[in-house]
């Protein structure tokens, strides 16, 4: 149980990650970085939003050797100066403050961009950085919308000696990754059906109301390249996950992790078809999206993924809010942000191995070790070309399953799509979700 192939101890697994992936491709595509710094070269780091997942990115910046934290960036006065205050009393840094990313990315001394802002600024952030020479390290989801995935691919093959990783942190837990492995190598035959669930205990939101624009908020910039909307405080720090202007629902905003976990281990890109169904059943409120969502996916090969997700009910599966199965022809692995089990087709235990740092799993920020792990995995693919963990191809791919999963349940329950890319094939309304309007001025390109 406590040794990983070879003989070799969870410690010295994880010393191998933190220097450089422990040379693992694992069917990820790989890539050579033409602007590798040099080994005893700093990144200056910036991250932008800082209201939740940004000071889990502060802190996996603070513990990656190599990594200094030097700028901050927010809309919210009030969030970033308590953000500057946390990283001087408690990282012993001094981290230069800007409300404008825009203006952030002209300094010079920048080398490396982490996102956690609004999911509707991801992708067009991501490219502005990227366009700026800027390495990013972007949350999940990477886009909001499909298109705006297909941008990033682009964008990193034009620059080919730019690094963009997608926060999916679990890609780099040393027990998912030898989960991986071993269902590669054949210990549950073959694999064909993989499961993700996601449960929580969100409470109503309220009702929207028109309301003035603090004087804390630069409400212009916080919608960005968003279409513009009357300011309603009841959007403004983390409801905006469940408004279409803004946010990708929860099958982005956590399901992503899951499905990503059942598509790498059931070795497939793009879906045959997608069918989803679910709606807004707990609470009668402003959430636009839906708190109950049963999505599935089949590919070609004769394999399949489902997600269920309940964020208003916390019923739990196999004692935990949140986590993946992956059944094959032998057994049955289950897999989470902090452990990995195998079973045969009797019930057999088989296999188990525990994280030796435990990760959050459903609060609102889910901090833990995987993001330094990650966050490490990103600045050594740039310092020394290590492979990534989370390729911006490979996080695009399983947002595009997130994003087909709200098209179809937008679009009568089910869509076709093609396995070579993910398009809608057959559906010219659904493919009007493809991509979104922009403000004026703001809309990405390559």
Not at 153 to 173: D, L, P, T, W, Y
């Amino acid at each position: 149980m406590d040794q990983i192939g070879n003989g070799h101890s969870r410690k010295d697994f994880l010393k191998q990650l933190a220097l450089g992936g422990a040379g693992l491709t694992l069917g990820l595509s790989a890539k050579s970085y033409g602007n590798i710094i040099g080994a005893n070269e700093q990144l200056n780091f910036a991250v932008a939003g800082l209201n939740g997942r940004g000071k889990a990115l502060m802190r996996a910046i603070r513990d990656t050797p190599n990594a200094n934290l030097a700028y901050l960036c927010d809309v919210d006065s009030r969030v970033l100066e308590e953000a500057a205050n946390m990283a001087k009393s408690d990282f012993g840094v001094n981290p230069k403050t800007e409300e404008d990313i825009r203006k952030l990315l002209e300094q010079d001394d920048l080398d490396a961009l982490a996102i956690s802002t609004p999911d509707h600024w991801h992708a067009p952030m991501t490219l502005m950085a990227v366009d700026a020479g800027k390495h990013v390290y972007v949350e999940k989801p990477c886009s909001h919308n499909p298109r705006e995935g297909e941008l990033l691919v682009e964008s990193q093959q034009k620059h080919g000696n730019i690094v963009i990783q997608m926060g999916n942190q679990q890609r780099s837990a040393p027990t998912s990754i030898q989960a991986i492995q071993d269902i590669q190598k054949g210990l549950i035959g073959e694999p064909y059906f993989g499961k993700a669930w996601y449960s929580n205990s969100r409470g109503p939101i309220g009702s929207a109301a028109n309301t003035p624009v603090p004087d804390w908020l630069n409400w212009e910039l916080w919608q960005g390249p968003a279409p513009r909307e009357a300011f309603e405080d009841l959007w403004v720090h983390y409801n905006w996950h469940w408004n279409w202007n803004w946010g990708t629902g929860e099958i982005n905003n956590n399901g992503t992790h899951e499905i990503d976990i059942c598509r790498w281990a059931l070795g497939v890109d793009y879906p045959t078809r997608v069918t989803s169904s679910g709606g807004r059943y707990h609470y009668n409120d402003a959430w636009e999206f839906y708190d109950t969502q049963v999505t599935n996916y089949e590919f070609e090969d004769d394999k399949i993924i489902t997600w269920e997700g309940k964020s208003c009910n916390p019923f739990e599966y196999h004692d935990r809010g949140r986590g993946a199965t992956i059944h094959g022809t032998k057994g049955t692995v289950l897999v989470d942000r902090n452990a990995y089990y195998a079973w045969d087709l009797d019930g057999n235990q088989i296999k188990e191995m525990q994280e030796e740092e435990k990760s959050a799993t459903t609060n609102t920020v889910g901090a833990g070790n995987l993001d330094v792990l990650h966050m490490n995995n990103f600045v050594e693919a740039i310092r020394t070309g290590a492979e990534q963990h989370s390729p911006i191809d490979e996080g695009h791919k399983s947002n595009l399953l997130c994003h087909l999963g709200n098209i179809a349940q937008e679009n009568g329950g089910s869509i076709q799509t093609d396995p070579r890319n993910g398009k809608i094939v057959g559906n010219s309304q659904a493919m009007k979700m493809w991509s979104r309007e922009y403000a004026a001025g703001w809309k990405p390109q390559v």
